[in-house]
């Protein structure tokens, strides 16, 4: 599966950015897929994650009310609607195939997307 993200920029705090993800894979429709973000220095954290059909999503606390993920199951493609942005979402964002039950990152890391929010 490749999958390939793209959305990125830099932005002023409280602006806005829409992350896309786009899968070559088969099962794209069938997979639960998250979002996930390493900031510099930092390790890698989920962001959000959303089931096969897009009927149950689950975020990290920090970003709850700001972010919102969604899917398009015809286009293969997922995205990450980012709002009121704030300097510690300055982070490279990486999308992946998800575990269902524990969110834990299925298959190799694509190249991700730079997000950098200035103050």
């Known amino acids: 599966v490749q999958l390939v993200e793209s959305g990125g920029g830099l932005v002023q705090a409280g602006g806005s950015l829409r992350l896309s993800c786009a899968s070559s894979?088969?099962?794209?429709?069938?997979?639960?897929m998250g979002w996930y973000r390493q900031a510099p220095g930092k390790q890698r954290e989920l962001v959000a994650v959303?089931?096969?059909?897009?009927?149950?999503?689950h975020y990290v606390e920090s970003v709850k009310g700001r972010f919102t993920i969604s899917r398009d199951n015809a286009k293969n493609t997922m995205y990450l609607q980012m709002n009121s942005l704030k300097p510690e979402d300055t982070a490279v964002y990486y999308c992946?195939?998800?575990?269902?039950?524990?969110?834990?990152?299925?298959?190799?890391w694509g190249k991700g997307t730079l997000v950098t929010v200035s103050s």
């Open positions: 959303i089931t096969s059909a897009g009927d149950l999503t």
């Open positions: 894979g088969s099962t794209f429709s069938i997979d639960t």
């Open positions: 992946n195939v998800a575990d269902y039950y524990n969110f834990a990152a299925m298959n190799a």
